[in-house]
């Protein structure tokens, strides 16, 4: 007799930033999109962690720049675009700044994510997830379809590389990651309806950090080697300021 067992898939990520990555994917499943990770039947989280992970939305300028003081951490774009609107943003001055793309396969304890409320792709789902009338609880509630896209999809695949962007952004952080829109936001953009959808999904994922910095700064030099030499400086200046502080 075969002896067969289902494989299920261990992130390396704590249990509440896995959670929003589950979601992340359930939602643009719903949306009508298929992405290679959505096949995963089980998640589970790496048991290696201090802390159970930590998730914030907030557009507060205050909390950004507590958050950014305390925790220096890598702020992450979603293009190069993005990258040189932030650059001239005050509260981004002097602070390592790159794209998700140039990031990913690296991993560090604090990230802040920026997401611009003018990107077209941005809109294109916010007005699906109003259209839908997309919330919380239907997401929550939603498994992860294995079988492909959905038929009659209204999700592009330049709004399909944008949701798969942000979950990766999100998955670079092993402690802590913060989700803002960037300064000067519209509010009358339809991404306001995606901004809402993710606070909401953030809402209850904010749990207390165990500070470990001994774990801080092995992860930050495992990061910092994965770094050729051609690449910026201000790359390797971020991670000895991390060290050195």
Do not use: W
């Not at 995606?194 to 909401?200: G, T, W």
């Amino acid at each position: 007799e075969l002896n067969i067992h289902t494989l299920s898939i261990v992130h390396r990520m704590p249990k509440n930033i896995l959670e929003l990555v589950k979601n992340l994917l359930v939602l643009t499943n719903i949306l009508g999109g298929s992405q290679s990770k959505s096949s995963y039947s089980e998640f589970k989280p790496s048991d290696d962690h201090s802390s159970k992970g930590s998730i914030v939305y907030t557009n507060h300028s205050e909390t950004l720049e507590l958050f950014i003081k305390e925790k220096n951490p890598v702020i992450l774009v979603l293009d190069e675009d993005q990258k040189e609107k932030a650059e001239k943003q005050e509260i981004y001055q002097g602070r390592f700044i790159t794209t998700v793309a140039s990031f990913k396969g690296m991993e560090v304890p604090y990230v802040l994510v920026l997401l611009p409320h003018d990107l077209d792709s941005l809109n294109e789902i916010g007005k699906l997830i109003h259209g839908d009338k997309i919330k919380k609880e239907k997401i929550q509630g939603t498994k992860l379809n294995t079988h492909g896209a959905r038929s009659g999809s209204g999700l592009d695949d330049d709004s399909r590389m944008i949701l798969n962007t942000i979950y990766v952004a999100v998955s670079r952080a092993q402690k802590k990651v913060v989700l803002t829109k960037t300064v000067g936001s519209k509010k009358t953009s339809s991404s306001r309806h995606l901004f809402k959808l993710l606070k909401d999904l953030c809402e209850d994922l904010e749990s207390e950090i165990k500070e470990d910095k001994e774990q801080d700064l092995s992860s930050l030099v495992q990061t910092l080697d994965s770094f050729s030499n051609d690449q910026v400086k201000e790359a390797r200046d971020f991670f000895d300021k991390q060290i050195n502080r």
